[in-house]
């Protein structure tokens, strides 16, 4: 399908500009999606993939993944029914999941790459993507947003007086889109077209392997915590809980914020905090401390059971250099297209034409260029979402509000799709395509109806 889509993107891109006379423009946006991809996407995340994948080393060989994976592995199963139970892509999809949940966009990339080179690792079909890859594929398409931080921080940026006022209508959105995501994935995993193909029976005289073979396991090799070391752990803990409780308190937090305005590329107003509810400062302050937790506990852990951390963390880490490697044409391909479809201007001709039907059925027609453009590029529609606003003067207005849901509940499938399947090699996509699209479209209904319901 992916094949069909991309070819079907460039050719639109040539002809609207052919019969627009934007074929330079047209030009342009291809090289500069080209340069885009190498120089601003891959290169400046190598860094922070190397990070999370060397965490995400210590976590594996400490036994949390499996330790993790335990524990969810009722709903995991259900979900995953062909991933063994005890495979550490289970725990690293789990630790992928919540890091989209809390926002922590940065954290999660990186461990959903290594959640697909896991998952690769079990494929029998090397080049396809699995049900499980897919179903996963979905999920992250149609995360469930706990608490949707770059779309609040827009709206606070913009003046909003109660910015967090779409946390209920973003994390109801996600939520049914992230239902209909792993609706439409199982679904469409039944379809002729999509089911794949039972693998070729061995030659006479060779061992029949079954496709569902049991796999062998690799179980880390740890040791127990001695009695300093349970004692060291439960200190770090009660720190940190003290410092979450500390956070719940506004002018604690305000400092912490400001010194996130880099990791977040948006100045906060120095109240953000104030005259929350306190779940809300709850919420909050566990997003701050996320990464900080995250980044210290896993070390500390895997160091009191036995675990070399500064060997397993390069080892982790050198993963990220091979990973963008193998991204990077898949980047370049997704990307060029993209910037001839903006460059075309395909993107203001779908607007112009579908405005008036939209808007009859209760869908504002400012909000449709931010709707095409967010499956293709998080840049760009971050870009469109803040220029609404900020044209609107109205950041706590409905359509602001309708805007910040859609963001906040919505994500950049076709970069996904092409960062995720392009770390493997996927190039037979199957129905993924599908199934995220209709995860983006069940979240757009979903945010209209419910801002209709709670802000008109």
Not at 292 to 309: I, K, N, T
């Amino acid at each position: 399908m992916l094949n069909i889509i991309w070819l079907a993107m460039l050719i639109v891109a040539v002809v609207v500009a052919g019969l627009t006379g934007k074929l330079p423009q047209m030009m342009d946006g291809g090289f500069t999606g080209a340069e885009k991809a190498v120089m601003k996407v891959a290169l400046p995340l190598l860094g922070v993939w190397a990070i999370w994948l060397g965490i995400m080393r210590l976590a594996e060989r400490s036994g949390l993944v499996l330790a993790l994976a335990g524990v969810l592995r009722p709903v995991l199963r259900r979900l995953f029914p062909e991933v063994p139970a005890e495979h550490p892509a289970m725990g690293a999809m789990v630790m992928n999941m919540a890091a989209n949940m809390l926002g922590l966009g940065n954290a999660a990339t990186p461990l959903g790459l290594r959640a697909m080179r896991l998952l690769e690792a079990i494929n029998p079909r090397p080049g396809t993507a699995t049900n499980a890859m897919v179903t996963f594929l979905a999920l992250n398409t149609a995360s469930i947003q706990i608490l949707p931080l770059m779309a609040i921080t827009i709206l606070a940026t913009a003046g909003a007086k109660s910015p967090t006022a779409i946390v209920v209508t973003a994390f109801l959105s996600s939520v049914c889109a992230a239902s209909a995501g792993v609706f439409v994935s199982k679904w469409l995993q039944t379809w002729r077209a999509f089911r794949l193909e039972p693998l070729p029976a061995a030659a006479p005289g060779a061992p029949q392997v079954e496709d569902s073979a049991p796999l062998e396991i690799e179980r880390p090799e740890v040791t127990p915590l001695t009695t300093g070391g349970r004692a060291a752990l439960w200190a770090f803990l009660a720190l940190f809980a003290v410092l979450f409780f500390l956070l719940l308190f506004p002018q604690n937090a305000e400092h912490l914020l400001q010194a996130l305005n880099a990791q977040w590329h948006a100045p906060l107003p120095p109240a953000d905090f104030t005259g929350k509810p306190l779940w809300m400062r709850a919420l909050m302050s566990a997003s701050l401390l996320a990464v900080p937790f995250l980044l210290s506990f896993f070390p500390l852990y895997a160091a009191l059971r036995g675990v070399r951390v500064y060997e397993q963390f390069v080892e982790g880490a050198h993963e990220s250099w091979e990973t963008a490697k193998r991204t990077v044409p898949y980047l370049v391909a997704m990307l060029v297209a993209i910037g001839m479809l903006q460059g075309a201007g395909v993107i203001d001709l779908l607007t112009t034409t579908l405005a008036r039907p939209l808007a009859a059925v209760g869908f504002p027609s400012e909000l449709l260029p931010l709707v095409l453009i967010r499956p293709l590029s998080g840049s760009a529609a971050k870009s469109v979402f803040i220029e609404l606003v900020q044209r609107l003067g109205e950041p706590d207005g409905f359509v602001s509000r309708l805007a910040a849901t859609i963001y906040g509940s919505t994500e950049t499938t076709f970069y996904v799709i092409a960062v995720y399947f392009g770390s493997v090699a996927i190039r037979r996509t199957r129905h993924a395509i599908a199934a995220g699209l209709t995860a983006d479209a069940v979240a757009v209904i979903a945010s209209v109806a419910l801002c209709h319901v709670l802000f008109r």
